[in-house]
């Protein structure tokens, strides 16, 4: 079946540093790739999404590309900021699936000024 | 404004004292789902729903019911809660076709 893998956390870093949080799949077909965060005492949001290969999703600027090749869709950032202190899910959509998101287990990202 | 509501946020029970958990969309989609978040396991789904009248089981459905009788609702009931279904619970919804989820803040429950 689908699954998705994170690097597990949490990821601690200081501000302005570099953001990487690896995330690969297994699926068949071509799925849809989300990253979903979670901010403290909140709900999961959407954050960006890519739809196909070699898609790039982009949003607050952060960034993950679709890579089919190696089965991976990896957030970036390129410059950290206390406020991006989040937990951070990789998910997927498999076609014909609908709504059906399958999620990893959560990376919990700790920015310190 | 556009939202998920649950209710309640916060719930201390014992066990088998039956409980439910509301969860309401104001955008009009036809897919709801509710999910656990437990550290070290991720969120995992327990039931979702196509539309109304329309529910499944996802991932970890034992001890769980839900009931889709109108669009906008998705109640979770617990009929008997076991301290095992200690978690944080979340209600989320969607349009079919875009794959994009917009979850509730959450409700943290507390089995004794």
């Known amino acids: 079946g689908d699954s998705v893998t994170q690097m597990e956390g949490p990821v601690t870093l200081s501000e302005e540093a570099f953001l990487t949080i690896n995330c690969t799949y297994t699926?068949?077909?071509?799925?849809?790739l989300f990253w979903y965060v979670q901010y403290p005492g909140e709900g999961l949001q959407l954050l960006l999404k890519?739809?196909?290969?070699?898609d790039k999703g982009s949003n607050k600027g952060f960034e993950a590309t679709y890579r089919k090749e190696t089965t991976s869709f990896h957030l970036e950032k390129g410059s950290v900021q206390v406020s991006d202190s989040a937990v951070y899910f990789c998910?997927?959509?498999?076609?014909?699936?609908?709504?059906?998101?399958?999620f990893g287990g959560g990376t919990r990202l700790m920015v310190k000024p | 404004e556009a939202q998920v509501t649950q209710n309640p946020r916060y719930l201390i029970t014992v066990t088998g004292k039956k409980l439910t958990v509301t969860c309401s969309q104001n955008?009009?989609?036809?897919?709801m789902s509710w999910y656990r978040q437990d550290p070290g396991l991720g969120l995992r789904q327990i039931y979702y729903?196509?539309?109304?009248?329309?529910?499944d089981k996802g991932d970890v459905p034992e001890g769980y019911k839900v009931s889709r009788k109108e669009k906008r609702n998705f109640p979770l009931i617990l009929e008997s809660p076991s301290p095992n279904q200690t978690s944080l619970y979340f209600c989320?919804?969607?349009?079919?076709?875009?794959?994009?989820?917009?979850f509730g803040e959450g409700s943290r429950l507390t089995v004794l």
């Open positions: 989320a919804s969607g349009w079919q076709a875009s794959g994009e989820l917009f």
């Open positions: 699926a068949t077909g071509y799925p849809s």
């Open positions: 890519a739809t196909k290969a070699d």
């Open positions: 998910a997927l959509r498999s076609p014909n699936a609908g709504n059906m998101l399958t």
């Open positions: 955008m009009n989609h036809e897919y």
């Open positions: 729903s196509m539309n109304v009248e329309v529910t």
